[in-house]
């Protein structure tokens, strides 16, 4: 796992002068082993090495191909290398890298290569022969890349920050991109919130010639496809592939473990890994709060599957002003998802045993393991119902959470039956996200100032552009492939890989592999979403490998309680948010929006309306903190 920069066009070296060093310094959390570059006729290409495959000469970076005909700088692993050397036909190579087998591939058969690397990369491959440089991103979106276009170049980098320093970058607001960020959290490729750089989609490939001209393509389709004509999967081989999956990617010449919470994916990785390779080293945390502790369960499957298990103490202490800016700088554009916090320390706390960890990660994005299907089906229930019904029964659970004083579990039961009704008198597009948003589009431009606004169908425009043909997002079927589109790559891959690359832990997701996330797509939707319980493929297996009762016990998250975790740190930087003389939301925020914003988040305990509860209040504070902060940092102006 790596970091890659780099430029290319005609002033490739004149910006690569000015600018390589400071964007290799600022990757070194993303490849402390080494760096290089290498300086071609027409471009420059930088890397960072974590050395985890051939940790010898022959596995460094930028690579040069057998016959010199070709240069790639690569960020990510592939795990279909025996595939990859029979492709090869058996030429021999100089050392054993996956890097090396890539480079070789894409030699011999172009951009034809690409979708048949089965794995997570971003990688950026010279051609001498063309004087062309391929950039291009796995199908799921497990690795980043970011672009610049600029005058006489292109300009690339694994991580946001360091482009925002390059010469020319376009460094005004994107207010479509604020406005996504405002109502998901998040911002979605291929935006950034400035306008002068973008993110790869997933699967995208582009390809810049020696004159910075872009030409842009796909190396297949977006995860989550849908083609109801094909033979559907069969449940029966699951056990097959997830253990074909997980030996897989348990190959490394450094240490491997597997993150084990205890939770349904978690403990399937887990057991698979341990029927691979015998006894393997498991890692939990510890949390001193009960609410988040799942320390019983992941014993429990520790003991079951004999592995080498490993307890974290979670630090108790709450959020500190430099872990806040720093969880701000390595997310580069604002990242609102607080799970985001915990996730840096455990990859703090695993990084001192284990350099490649892996994880659980996707199984609830593949296998619709989200409560929200059975929700998005009652809104969609009350939709059909007609505005007059579902607006009167709004009203009336309104009404009663409003009388139902002193006793918080049903004023908030009542509450979300009302906000749920609220949602059923809104688009298909506002309801596949509505469990989602903190902010509603055009509650973001009453806030904004005039220059900041969007037109206020940016939610609309990207559930679109996302959604499956046929499929209403809104409903469960549809609704679950929207999120492996939107929820997977831009929130969850985002928060992994840039919370544990920040400490140079690399994490593999086995159910996220290529045949396991084409198994998903086939797979009826009966076999995932049944009975009222997601997951259930992987549960009636998960019940086979480790204690049913682990299996069965209640969802648990991966969060923290924010408020309380964020204490002073927290109440001070919405202070100085809303009201500070420095604050950027001085300046996109109305007067009267700041001050409404103040009333609200000074607010304590449960109210009455529908929006109104603690949770959400905290994440509206949480996101505007966050905002505030990231164009701090990046040293915005207007």
């Known amino acids: 796992?790596?970091?890659?920069?780099?430029?290319?066009?005609?002033?490739?070296?004149?910006?690569?002068?000015?600018?390589?060093?400071?964007?290799?310094?600022?990757?070194?959390?993303?490849?402390?082993?080494?760096?290089?570059?290498?300086?071609?006729?027409?471009?420059?290409?930088?890397?960072?090495?974590?050395?985890?495959?051939?940790?010898?000469?022959?596995g460094a970076q930028p690579m040069t191909s057998a016959s010199a005909r070709s240069v790639l700088a690569y960020n990510g692993e592939v795990y279909n290398t025996a595939a990859l050397r029979a492709r090869l036909g058996g030429a021999p190579l100089r050392g054993h890298s996956d890097t090396e087998l890539v480079l070789e591939c894409l030699e011999r058969d172009g951009l034809a290569a690409l979708p048949v690397l089965n794995g997570m990369f971003a990688l950026a491959w010279w051609r001498k022969d063309t004087r062309c440089l391929v950039l291009a991103r796995d199908r799921t979106g497990i690795k980043p890349l970011y672009v610049a276009e600029l005058q006489g170049a292109v300009a690339f980098c694994s991580e946001l920050r360091p482009l925002m320093t390059v010469a020319g970058v376009d460094r005004r607001l994107d207010p479509a991109a604020l406005q996504l960020y405002l109502a998901l959290g998040m911002v979605p490729a291929p935006m950034t919130l400035w306008r002068g750089i973008r993110q790869l989609e997933p699967g995208e490939v582009l390809t810049v010639d020696s004159a910075g001209l872009v030409a842009r393509s796909r190396l297949a389709e977006p995860i989550g496809a849908w083609h109801p004509e094909r033979a559907?999967?069969?449940?029966?081989?699951?056990?097959?592939?997830?253990?074909?999956?997980?030996?897989?990617?348990?190959?490394?010449?450094?240490?491997?473990?597997?993150?084990?919470?205890?939770?349904?994916?978690?403990?399937?990785?887990?057991?698979?890994?341990?029927?691979?390779?015998?006894?393997?080293?498991t890692f939990s945390v510890v949390h001193s709060d009960p609410r988040y502790d799942e320390r019983t369960a992941a014993r429990a499957v520790a003991r079951h599957i004999g592995s080498d298990h490993v307890e974290l103490e979670m630090p108790a202490g709450g959020l500190t002003d430099a872990e806040l800016d720093d969880l701000v700088d390595h997310h580069g554009d604002?990242?609102?998802?607080?799970?985001?916090?915990?996730?840096?320390?455990?990859?703090?706390?695993?990084?001192?045993?284990?350099?490649?960890?892996?994880?659980?990660?996707?199984?609830?994005?593949?296998?619709?393991?989200?409560?929200r299907y059975r929700e998005n089906?009652?809104?969609?229930?009350?939709?059909?119902?007609?505005?007059?019904?579902?607006?009167?029964?709004?009203?009336?659970?309104?009404?009663?959470?409003?009388?139902?004083?002193?006793?918080?579990?049903?004023?908030?039961?009542?509450?979300?039956?009302?906000?749920?009704?609220?949602?059923?008198?809104?688009?298909?597009?506002?309801?596949?996200?509505?469990?989602?948003?903190?902010?509603?589009?055009?509650?973001?431009?009453?806030?904004?100032?005039?220059?900041?606004?969007?037109?206020?169908?940016?939610?609309?425009?990207?559930?679109?552009?996302?959604?499956?043909?046929?499929?209403?997002?809104?409903?469960?079927?549809?609704?679950?492939?929207?999120?492996?589109?939107?929820?997977?790559?831009?929130?969850?891959?985002?928060?992994?890989?840039?919370?544990?690359?920040?400490?140079?832990?690399?994490?593999?997701?086995?159910?996220?592999?290529?045949?396991?996330?084409?198994?998903?797509?086939?797979?009826?939707?009966?076999?995932?979403?049944?009975?009222?319980?997601?997951?259930?493929?992987?549960?009636?297996?998960?019940?086979?490998?480790?204690?049913?009762?682990?299996?069965?016990?209640?969802?648990?998250?991966?969060?923290?309680?924010?408020?309380?975790?964020?204490?002073?740190v927290l109440r001070e930087r919405t202070r100085w948010a809303l009201q500070g003389s420095d604050s950027p939301l001085r300046v996109l925020f109305e007067p009267a929006a700041l001050a409404a914003l103040q009333t609200e988040f000074a607010t304590v305990g449960e109210g009455w309306r529908p929006e109104d509860s603690p949770f959400r209040r905290a994440h509206r504070q949480w996101t505007l903190v966050v905002l505030a902060t990231a164009l701090h940092r990046r040293g915005w102006l207007p």
Request: aromatic letters at 6%; charged letters at 20%; hydrophobic letters at 45%.
């Open 1 to 58: 796992m790596c970091g890659i920069v780099g430029v290319v066009g005609p002033k490739a070296h004149e910006l690569a002068l000015a600018w390589m060093p400071s964007g290799l310094r600022a990757l070194r959390h993303r490849g402390p082993d080494a760096q290089a570059v290498a300086s071609l006729d027409g471009a420059v290409l930088g890397h960072t090495r974590l050395a985890i495959i051939d940790l010898s000469p022959a």
């Open 232 to 281: 559907p999967s069969d449940p029966a081989d699951l056990p097959t592939l997830l253990q074909t999956c997980v030996t897989d990617q348990l190959v490394a010449d450094v240490p491997v473990g597997v993150l084990l919470s205890g939770g349904v994916d978690s403990s399937l990785v887990a057991a698979a890994a341990a029927r691979s390779v015998g006894t393997v080293r």
């Open 334 to 371: 604002p990242f609102a998802d607080s799970s985001s916090l915990p996730t840096r320390r455990l990859a703090q706390l695993v990084r001192r045993h284990v350099t490649v960890a892996l994880s659980g990660d996707g199984g609830d994005e593949l296998f619709a393991g989200y409560p």
């Open 377 to 568: 089906g009652w809104v969609a229930a009350a939709a059909r119902a007609g505005s007059w019904a579902n607006a009167a029964v709004g009203g009336l659970a309104t009404t009663a959470t409003r009388m139902a004083r002193g006793s918080d579990p049903i004023r908030g039961r009542l509450r979300r039956a009302a906000r749920l009704f609220g949602l059923a008198r809104r688009s298909a597009a506002e309801r596949a996200v509505g469990t989602l948003t903190y902010y509603w589009p055009a509650e973001a431009n009453a806030m904004l100032r005039p220059a900041y606004q969007a037109p206020p169908d940016q939610v609309e425009t990207l559930v679109r552009g996302r959604a499956i043909a046929g499929l209403d997002p809104a409903l469960p079927e549809g609704c679950h492939r929207l999120e492996q589109r939107l929820v997977l790559p831009d929130d969850m891959l985002v928060k992994v890989d840039r919370m544990t690359m920040a400490e140079s832990l690399e994490i593999r997701p086995p159910l996220l592999d290529d045949r396991m996330v084409a198994f998903a797509e086939a797979l009826p939707l009966r076999h995932k979403w049944h009975r009222g319980q997601g997951k259930w493929v992987l549960k009636e297996l998960a019940r086979r490998w480790v204690p049913a009762w682990v299996i069965d016990r209640p969802k648990q998250g991966f969060a923290v309680p924010l408020l309380q975790f964020g204490g002073e």
